[in-house]
């Protein structure tokens, strides 16, 4: 088991084993750090079960995997044990990215609805925390919003695809600010293209995969324009470019992984 097909989501857990959403092949695979081969660990039995999964994340407390099933349009707990079965947590969602805080509480996007809901445990209806005003550009409007993070703070950094921007937006406020991008679709230091994976350093540092950009770029906090990273020297298969880069984690050392979407790979880089 060695290959995928069109990957999306990724989480790094803290033993730096890598689980994809491996969203043609209706499955999520686990890869052991340094392993030459991955596993099923949920799906792969055909679409019912698992169709066209964008996200994946880790619920430690239940020991068990959230997925985001895209098209079956429901969010799915699928426990790491065997000999338990799959269960729906949310119904009814266009769900793309998820994140969880520390408190246990599940954040979804809704693409379909332009907004991020947090789920408290227990909650099956959700509280908007981004968005929820209708499709647009204003500050208090998302548009095909696709990955979320979520800091210590509760601040919910949301990727809105089709403004070509990041946004963050507080506990409990009404607006987001542009953490990133928002000068239109581009190929400058001051543009996205179509962003979608997203993760934040406790120094508020951002870090975007730029997909139509084929690179990773990190803005610092309140920086008007960001540096590139990897890639931007052109879509293609070589280890040092990236073609359609999808989603991104880093594991405890400061390593970033990427999901080169259009390579079907993850690559890992040691940033200096």
């Known amino acids: 088991m060695n290959q995928l097909w069109d990957p999306a989501g990724l989480y790094v857990d803290d033993d730096q084993t890598i689980y994809v959403a491996d ?6 695979v686990a890869w052991k750090a ?20 964008f996200d994946v994340i880790i619920d430690k407390e239940r020991d068990s995997l959230i997925i985001s099933d895209y098209t079956n349009r429901r969010v799915v707990r ?12 949310i119904s009814n969602t266009d769900c793309i990215g998820l994140a969880m805080d520390e408190n246990g509480s599940l954040y979804v996007v809704d693409f379909g609805k332009h907004e991020v809901r947090r789920y408290r445990i227990g909650d099956t209806k959700g509280t908007v925390v981004a968005g929820g005003n209708g499709q647009g550009n204003r500050l208090d409007q998302l548009s095909r919003p696709w990955y979320v993070f979520v800091d210590r703070d509760h601040s919910v950094y949301v990727s809105d695809w089709s403004n070509h921007r990041i946004m963050k937006w507080e506990e409990g406020a009404k607006q987001g600010i542009v953490v990133a991008g ?15 994976g997203i993760n934040v350093d406790q120094l508020g540092t951002v870090y975007v995969a730029d997909f139509q950009n084929h690179r990773i770029m990190r803005w610092p906090k309140g920086a008007t324009q960001g540096s590139v990273i990897v890639g931007g020297n052109d879509s293609g298969g070589q280890s040092n470019q990236l073609n359609y880069p999808y ?26």
Request: aromatic content about 6%.
């Open 23 to 28: 969203k043609l092949n209706q499955r999520i």
């Open 34 to 53: 340094g392993a030459s081969n991955g596993q099923v660990v949920a799906g792969g039995n055909g679409a019912h079960q698992l169709n066209q999964s």
């Open 78 to 89: 699928w426990p790491l044990r065997n000999g338990t079965s799959e269960e729906t947590i």
């Open 182 to 196: 928002g000068q239109g679709q581009g190929n400058s230091l001051s543009q996205l293209s179509q962003p979608l």
């Open 247 to 272: 989603d991104l984690s880093f594991d405890r050392r400061g390593n970033l992984y990427v999901v080169d979407y259009g390579n079907h790979r993850v690559q890992r880089f040691s940033l200096e």
